[in-house]
């Protein structure tokens, strides 16, 4: 049975951006081959722990499992949930993958150019992200990794160190992910979703922002939230039009009514054309991320702690198993055991 992987950083709170663009995407996923797939949801904690985290780690950790069955998806079966540091294989393979990868295809890694540009230093688990991340993947030889475009190039790293890997035994170790246009075929996120920055549409929405009113967190306030939707920046043209590049604030807010309504854009974008008055389009759309927010959070305060120990719990003691056969298979190859 082929495994689908994914996991979502822990380190704060997520904006209704990160909610609907990536999480809600995998949850839809994850449902329709839950009976066809592994489905590895992980807790990324260690690689979390590269940068500051915002408010307390472990509470992140519960309230990240609690995302995913807020938004519906169906526990059981086939779906794990699982701590990344409490399988402790995924350390143990990162030492393995790191004496196999190279600093120079390390150094290329657009993410660490960008996250050490401009500063004298910065820790070695930003320069080292990429092949735990491979580690991640391959103990478990999963075919599919629903990531963003900016984590492609981790999944070709992860390719080529597989590939590398097999190439140097006598029989394969390891089942590369697919190649990342297979990945997004299988995925269906072509162009992908992308919520934009409420005051500064030409951006994606960044719960790293200062400006509170750009983004709507999940923890927001319905009515805080509503207030925000009515002071995005939109444009002087007077013509409600679906358009990223010469309307991207109007584009942005007929996405949005699309999402939080769980209905297709064409339809909204249908409802509202011809339609002039941007007031009108603001007020439908507060009132439906109200309406979602309260909903949302509603769900997310019935989950216990306890269903989500008892979750992790479960998970880990699964994919340890899985992992460790992995691990040992590795190790035995290099002759450590």
């Avoid at 697919?178 to 992308?194: A, H, P, S, Y």
Wanted: with cysteine; hydrophobic share 40%; aromatic share 8%.
């Amino acid at each position: 049975m082929d495994t689908i992987l994914t996991g979502i950083r822990v380190n704060g709170e997520l904006t209704l951006g990160n909610f609907l663009g990536a999480l809600v995407p995998m949850v839809r996923l994850a449902n329709e081959h839950n009976k066809t797939h592994n489905i590895n949801i992980f807790v990324p904690d260690l690689h979390t722990i590269i940068s500051d985290v915002d408010g307390d780690l472990q509470k992140n950790i519960i309230k990240s499992v609690k995302y995913y069955l807020a938004a519906g998806l169906k526990v059981g079966g086939n779906v794990h949930f699982y701590r990344q540091s409490y399988v402790p294989a995924h350390s143990e393979l990162n030492w393995i993958l790191n004496c196999v990868a190279s600093m120079g295809e390390l150094n290329r890694m657009t993410q660490f150019k960008e996250k050490s540009e401009g500063k004298e230093s910065v820790n070695a688990g930003i320069f080292d992200y990429p092949v735990l991340m491979a580690a991640d993947i391959l103990l478990y030889d999963a075919r599919y990794v629903p990531v963003g475009e900016d984590q492609f190039q981790h999944l070709e790293l992860t390719r080529n160190l597989a590939i590398r890997i097999n190439n140097r035994f006598d029989e394969p170790i390891f089942t590369p992910p697919e190649k990342t246009e297979e990945q997004v075929k299988f995925m269906n996120l072509d162009g992908g979703i992308r919520i934009r920055d409420l005051q500064n549409p030409e951006k994606k929405m960044s719960k790293s922002s200062r400006a509170e009113n750009s983004k709507i967190m999940l923890s927001d306030d319905p009515s805080v939230a509503a207030k925000k939707i009515m002071s995005a920046t939109t444009d002087s043209l007077g013509n409600i039009k679906f358009d990223m590049f010469n309307q991207p604030g109007i584009s942005n807010l007929l996405q949005i009514e699309a999402l939080v309504n769980d209905v297709p854009l064409q339809e909204v974008i249908s409802t509202w054309a011809g339609e002039s008055h941007y007031g009108d389009l603001k007020k439908k759309v507060a009132e439906s991320v109200s309406t979602f927010l309260a909903s949302f959070q509603e769900e997310l305060a019935a989950i216990s702690e306890e269903a989500v120990y008892e979750l992790l719990e479960t998970g880990e003691a699964y994919v340890n198993e899985v992992a460790d056969r992995k691990l040992e298979k590795v190790q035995k190859a290099f002759g450590l055991r």
